[in-house]
């Protein structure tokens, strides 16, 4: 399966076993969704289950509260991350602090979904990795899912979740594992192990991160489309970094990246997303309180420019394999 | 009758036609041409609710210009404006192409609509401001805007006033009036009002027009930008391109079955009128009254422009999986070119000879202004913007930090 395959089998599951699962957004009922993640679902569990929505975020997200705090779960679709801010006051006002405030009367059981990042020459409104707006905010989990099985298993587990889940899906991912080599033929998932997914249910939990490979010199921190980023760089310097796959970013799976960088003793944190108060940013800091005195050199960042994503100069501005490359070399020298 | 306490359905709105129906538009109520009152531009917004249900028409089915929305426009005009619409098409169809070759991303066509954007920009005055979205090409070449420019944007290269940043059609000429269109839907339509409330501050008497699709009236900032209009009465048009589609959305699911869009703006007590949008005369006609009333002090005007869209919603888009093939055929306002051709032809100044001349003559223009574009380069060939430049404009000056990831880059 690809990964659109993947995230449209774990509505379909939830759909067919839980009533009280509803899906919607823009495009999302009888079209089945731009990037065809909800195709065929309307038809299979109605449109009273699987419908489209005026093109109103707020609305989105607002109804998708009102429906959670009801009953029911909300699997909301934001059709590019680069959209949802009509509705953050929603998302960080509301649907993040409902149970705080309510002393656990009320709370919100949604999911909103919505595709991210960059690499399909989508200019500044269709490649914003925002993450780190809604890890900021108390209330919120944030799931950025790295291949077609996880997809799945992570998003079962974030429809069952009783919180508000943000699940950023990495578009440059659905089609295959793209490594940032942008000028070589694009890979599927089908020739993936990750691109093998059981067909029933199952859960990939929140706050677990995979070690996508095991090694001894450095620890790479990646999520999302910069797993593969991290691959390449690491095949092509020859360094033996350890690469650790966050796959949620809040909760975090801090043991994992504990026992990793106090074996290694050098971590790097890369991401898509602008550098300045990233989330790398707070990983850094984690990291540094946690493992100081097995750091054998200065935690290094590599992450998107602090500028908007720019429509032709996409590949200057996408932190690929070259630039981690040349950062894991100055790291080992260091 | 249903009885309390019996189940509630929720109410899902469907088009009435989807891919193998037959599109049948018979039960759409258009009045006939002329018949529609054209009050004076002082009218208060109260009078003329009624405007907001009807539709505006000039252009009679014969081709004959009718009624009292006849502004009897010169032929020298009319020609033009024929030809800007005519340009414009050709100017899309060859950016598919482009983009079809891999020439550039993605692209936008705003086929049938056409005669919104061409007659609107001919209605209004250099100094006025439009907010566009992604579908009014055609105020800029009715502004006699460079083409190549708009093509060298298109092809994101050395030429592109943007520097590549925007993706392709993300347009912004301050010079010819057209604001940096930003992507978002909604966002400007409110920032069109405020344009509008400083030339009001300023005292001047210059306008704005804010654009916005049928789709996205039902962002919030389509209501804001109505309450401000409202609160201060700024001298703004408050455009609605009511196209039918939103991507693969019906203009129902915007909740334009249970009221039009021109009647949304009672609510806030502002004047709304309804037009045909493939009919060259009622624009040039109405967008021509709002602009008379938004200068003389009068307040806004909200107009919407009944029409269809004809092509894909984008290069991305295959709308033969949401909407029946022939819809666009069916649709019963016709062809805005193709109309105001005849409309021409039968005032006795236009002809099928000069129809055909004019083509092959815009038709040669548009290629020689894409191929001096295409000579600058094109997205994945010849040379692009300098890479330095991404990071120029992020502040007026460049801080440290941008300073010193530019220098990472090596730029
Ligand atoms: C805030 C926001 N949400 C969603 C989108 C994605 N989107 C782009 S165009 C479009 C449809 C807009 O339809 P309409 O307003 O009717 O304009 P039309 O395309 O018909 O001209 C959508 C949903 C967006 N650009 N911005
Ligand atoms: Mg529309």
């Given at each position: 399966?690809?990964?659109?395959?993947?995230?449209?089998?774990?509505?379909?599951?939830?759909?067919?076993q839980?009533?009280?699962?509803?899906?919607?957004?823009?495009?999302?009922?009888?079209?089945g969704?731009?990037?065809?993640?909800?195709a065929g679902l309307q038809?299979k569990?109605?449109?009273?289950?699987?419908?489209d929505?005026?093109?109103?975020?707020?609305?989105?997200v607002?109804?998708?509260?009102?429906?959670?705090?009801?009953?029911?779960?909300?699997?909301?679709?934001?059709?590019?991350?680069?959209?949802v801010?009509?509705?953050?006051?929603?998302?960080?006002?509301?649907?993040?602090?409902?149970?705080?405030?309510?002393?656990?009367?009320?709370?919100?059981?949604?999911?909103?979904?919505?595709?991210?990042?960059?690499?399909?020459?989508?200019?500044?409104?269709?490649?914003?990795?925002?993450?780190?707006?809604?890890?900021?905010?108390?209330?919120?989990?944030?799931?950025?899912p790295?291949?077609?099985?996880?997809?799945?298993g992570?998003?079962?587990?974030?429809?069952?979740?009783?919180?508000?889940?943000?699940f950023?899906e990495?578009?440059?991912?659905?089609?295959?594992?793209?490594?940032?080599?942008?000028?070589?033929?694009?890979?599927?998932?089908?020739?993936?192990?990750?691109?093998?997914?059981?067909?029933?249910?199952?859960?990939?939990?929140?706050g677990?991160?995979?070690?996508?490979?095991?090694?001894?010199?450095?620890?790479?921190?990646?999520?999302?489309?910069?797993?593969?980023?991290?691959?390449?760089?690491?095949?092509?310097?020859?360094?033996?970094?350890?690469?650790?796959?966050?796959?949620?970013?809040?909760?975090?799976?801090?043991?994992?990246?504990?026992?990793?960088?106090?074996?290694?003793?050098?971590?790097m944190?890369?991401?898509?997303?602008?550098?300045t108060?990233?989330?790398?940013?707070?990983?850094?800091?984690?990291v540094q309180?946690?493992?100081?005195?097995?750091?054998?050199?200065?935690?290094?960042?590599?992450?998107?420019?602090?500028?908007?994503?720019?429509?032709?100069?996409?590949?200057?501005?996408f932190p690929?394999?070259?630039?981690?490359?040349?950062?894991?070399k100055?790291m080992?020298?260091? | 009758?249903a009885?309390?306490?019996?189940?509630?359905?929720?109410?899902?709105?469907?088009?009435?036609?989807?891919?193998?129906?037959?599109?049948?538009?018979?039960?759409?109520?258009?009045?006939?041409?002329?018949?529609?009152r054209?009050?004076?531009?002082?009218?208060?917004?109260?009078?003329?609710?009624?405007?907001?249900?009807?539709?505006i028409?000039?252009?009679?089915?014969?081709?004959?210009?009718?009624?009292?929305?006849?502004?009897?426009?010169?032929?020298?005009?009319?020609?033009?404006?024929?030809?800007?619409?005519m340009?414009?098409?050709v100017?899309?169809q060859r950016?598919?192409?482009?983009?079809?070759?891999?020439?550039?991303?993605?692209?936008?066509?705003?086929?049938g609509?056409?005669?919104?954007?061409?007659?609107?920009?001919?209605?209004?005055q250099l100094?006025?401001m439009?907010?566009?979205?992604?579908?009014?090409?055609?105020?800029?070449?009715?502004?006699?805007?460079?083409?190549?420019?708009?093509?060298?944007?298109?092809?994101?290269?050395?030429g592109?006033?943007?520097?590549?940043?925007?993706?392709?059609?993300?347009?912004?000429?301050?010079?010819?009036?057209?604001?940096?269109?930003?992507?978002n839907?909604?966002?400007?339509?409110?920032q069109?009002v405020?344009?509008?409330?400083?030339?009001?501050?300023?005292g001047?008497?210059?306008?704005?027009?804010?654009?916005?699709?049928?789709?996205?009236?039902?962002e919030?900032?389509?209501?804001?930008?109505?309450?401000?209009?409202?609160?201060?009465?700024?001298?703004?048009?408050?455009?609605?391109?009511?196209?039918?589609?939103a991507?693969?959305?019906?203009?129902?699911l915007?909740?334009?079955?249970?009221?039009?869009?021109?009647?949304?703006?009672?609510?806030?007590?502002?004047?709304?009128?309804?037009?045909?949008?493939?009919?060259?005369?009622?624009?040039?006609?109405?967008?021509?009254?709002?602009?008379?009333?938004?200068?003389?002090?009068?307040?806004?005007?909200?107009?919407?422009?009944?029409?269809?869209?004809?092509?894909a919603?984008s290069?991305?888009?295959?709308?033969?999986?949401y909407?029946?093939?022939?819809?666009?055929?069916?649709?019963?306002?016709?062809?805005?070119?193709?109309?105001f051709?005849?409309?021409?032809i039968?005032?006795?100044?236009?002809?099928e000879?000069?129809?055909?001349?004019?083509?092959?003559?815009?038709?040669?223009?548009?290629?020689?202004a894409?191929?001096r574009?295409?000579?600058?380069?094109?997205?994945?060939s010849?040379?692009?913007?300098?890479?330095?430049?991404?990071?120029?404009?992020?502040?007026?000056?460049?801080?440290?930090?941008?300073?010193?990831?530019?220098?990472?880059?090596?730029?």
């Open positions: 399966m690809n990964m659109i395959e993947a995230i449209r089998d774990a509505m379909d599951i939830m759909l067919a839980d009533n009280n699962v509803v899906v919607f957004g823009e495009d999302v009922g009888y079209f969704g731009v990037f065809r993640c909800t038809a569990h109605g449109k009273h289950r699987v419908f929505t005026p093109i109103n975020e707020s609305g989105i607002g109804v998708a509260i009102g429906m959670g705090a009801y009953g029911l779960r909300p699997c909301v679709e934001i059709q590019f991350a680069d959209y801010y009509p509705a953050y006051d929603q998302i960080a006002s509301e649907a993040a602090r409902l149970r705080h405030r309510s002393n656990g009367q009320f709370y919100a059981p949604l999911v909103i979904r919505m595709p991210t990042g960059g690499g399909i020459f989508g200019g500044q409104t269709h490649s914003q990795s925002p993450e780190a707006l809604f890890t900021h905010v108390s209330g919120l989990k944030t799931v950025v790295s291949n077609p099985y996880d997809a799945k992570l998003l079962i587990s974030s429809i069952e979740d009783d919180d508000p889940v943000i950023l990495p578009k440059r991912l659905y089609n295959g594992p793209f490594d940032g080599h942008h000028e070589r033929p694009s890979i599927p998932w089908s020739k993936h192990p990750l691109g093998e997914v059981p067909e029933h249910h199952y859960h990939v939990p929140l677990e991160a995979a070690v996508r490979r095991q090694g001894s010199a450095v620890t790479i921190l990646a999520y999302g489309t910069m797993v593969y980023v991290a691959e390449a760089a690491v095949a092509e310097t020859g360094i033996d970094a350890e690469i650790i796959d966050l796959r949620t970013l809040l909760p975090l799976d801090m043991a994992t990246i504990e026992t990793s960088v106090k074996k290694t003793g050098r971590c944190v890369i991401h898509e997303a602008t550098l108060s990233g989330f790398g940013a707070e990983l850094c800091a984690l309180e946690s493992c100081f005195y097995h750091l054998e050199a200065p935690i290094e960042r590599v992450t998107g420019w602090d500028t908007p994503y720019p429509h032709a100069l996409e590949w200057e501005y690929g394999p070259a630039r981690v490359g040349s950062a894991l100055r080992m020298e260091a | 009758m009885k309390p306490n019996s189940p509630i359905r929720l109410h899902v709105p469907e088009p009435a036609f989807r891919p193998g129906d037959t599109p049948d538009f018979s039960s759409l109520d258009i009045p006939a041409a002329g018949s529609v054209r009050p004076t531009v002082d009218v208060s917004p109260e009078e003329i609710r009624d405007l907001a249900y009807g539709i028409r000039v252009l009679d089915d014969a081709g004959a210009a009718v009624g009292p929305w006849d502004e009897a426009l010169d032929s020298a005009t009319a020609i033009r404006g024929l030809r800007y619409m340009k414009t098409r100017y899309d950016m598919v192409m482009a983009q079809r070759q891999g020439k550039t991303s993605f692209y936008m066509q705003c086929t609509e056409e005669a919104v954007a061409v007659a609107q920009q001919m209605a209004l100094g006025d439009h907010f566009p979205t992604y579908r009014q090409q055609g105020l800029l070449i009715a502004a006699e805007h460079p083409l190549e420019e708009l093509a060298c944007q298109v092809f994101s290269n050395p592109d006033v943007l520097q590549g940043r925007q993706l392709p059609v993300m347009y912004s000429f301050r010079d010819s009036g057209f604001f940096s269109i930003s992507g839907l909604g966002t400007q339509y409110v069109a405020g344009w509008a409330m400083a030339s009001a501050i300023k001047d008497s210059k306008i704005a027009a804010g654009w916005i699709g049928e789709g996205a009236t039902a919030n900032d389509f209501h804001s930008a109505l309450l401000y209009a409202s609160v201060y009465n700024p001298p703004v048009i408050l455009n609605v391109v009511n196209n039918q589609w991507i693969s959305t019906f203009q129902g915007a909740a334009g079955d249970s009221a039009t869009f021109a009647s949304r703006a009672h609510g806030y007590g502002l004047a709304s009128l309804r037009a045909d949008g493939n009919d060259f005369l009622a624009v040039h006609a109405v967008s021509r009254w709002a602009a008379e009333r938004a200068r003389c002090g009068f307040g806004p005007t909200l107009i919407e422009w009944v029409t269809y869209r004809v092509a919603h290069t991305s888009d295959d709308p033969s999986q909407r029946p093939q022939g819809e666009a055929s069916a649709w019963p306002l016709g062809d805005p070119v193709e109309r051709k005849q409309h021409l039968g005032r006795g100044v236009w002809s000879e000069l129809h055909a001349k004019a083509q092959e003559q815009i038709e040669t223009e548009v290629r020689q894409v191929r574009a295409e000579s600058l380069g094109t997205l994945n010849g040379s692009k913007p300098s890479i330095k430049e991404m990071f120029e404009d992020v502040y007026k000056e460049m801080p440290p930090h941008l300073r010193k990831q530019r220098q990472q880059l090596g730029v």
